[in-house]
């Protein structure tokens, strides 16, 4: 089985046959639209009424691995710090920095578990990923915020002097649960804004046409990736 999750933007997948089904596993509730091979996961929820801060990260994970998901294409809206990735443009992550301070893991009683994260991504599906468009940004990293406000520019100014590229809220607790799973993963970053001064003036974000357009091309990819 393989899994599609989608953030800010891709809260619900049109043109394939899913029912939307509210799983419960012992971390909580996860809302999931499962079809013939394939689980969409809208992380904020297909009303997107769920905060960054506020994703139960521990519920929807379990819940992809209790269908037997072994590949995921995860979806992230981000800003952009650096012009390695534009307002517009889409790449693929290799490597996060967590500013979150929320625990990520499965393993926080009984068993002491430390999960390798010098590489937390796939590289076969990477592979697969740069073989079907050739124009994907490359080897981004994403440093991942609390929120839900958006930083301040002295914040984004010291994220942009450490070498981070793009900037969002949630990736940092999906790779972590979903690595303690075993599930290959590939993160995708599709930028819809200048980080906090980083542009002219403040922040303003692409048109939902822009974004419209953007997310046929992504779930194409991801499709094609997966093969689903
Ligand atoms: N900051 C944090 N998260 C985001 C941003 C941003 O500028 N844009 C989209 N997600």
Do not use: C
């Not at 899994?3 to 939307?20: C, K, P, S, V, Y």
């Not at 307002?87 to 009683?109: C, N």
């Not at 949630?170 to 980083?198: C, D, F, K, M, P």
């Amino acid at each position: 089985m393989k899994a599609i999750i989608g953030g800010t933007g891709f809260d619900r997948m049109e043109g394939l046959a899913l029912t939307r089904g509210v799983v419960e596993n012992r971390y909580g509730e996860s809302e999931l639209f499962v079809g013939e091979g394939l689980v969409f996961l809208p992380r904020h929820t297909s009303a997107h009424s769920v905060a960054p801060h506020m994703i139960n990260h521990r519920a929807n994970i379990q819940a992809l691995a209790d269908l037997g998901v072994d590949e995921v294409v995860a979806i992230y809206a981000v800003g952009s710090i650096t012009d390695r990735l534009r307002p517009g443009e889409v790449g693929i992550v290799s490597d996060y920095v967590d500013f979150t301070g929320r625990v990520h893991t499965f393993f926080d009683e009984g068993e002491v578990v430390h999960t390798n994260s010098d590489e937390p991504f796939s590289s076969s599906l990477a592979a697969r990923a740069r073989g079907e468009m050739a124009d994907l940004v490359d080897n981004l990293v994403y440093v991942t915020t609390n929120g839900p406000r958006l930083e301040t520019k002295a914040e984004i100014a010291f994220f942009a002097r450490q070498g981070f590229d793009v900037v969002g809220m949630t990736l940092a607790g999906e790779a972590a649960l979903l690595a303690e799973r075993t599930i290959a993963t590939l993160a995708l970053a599709y930028s819809i804004n200048w980080a906090a001064g980083v542009g002219e003036g403040s922040i303003s974000f692409i048109s939902d046409e822009e974004i419209e357009t953007l997310k046929g091309e992504i779930i194409r990819l991801s499709r094609t990736i997966l093969s689903v």
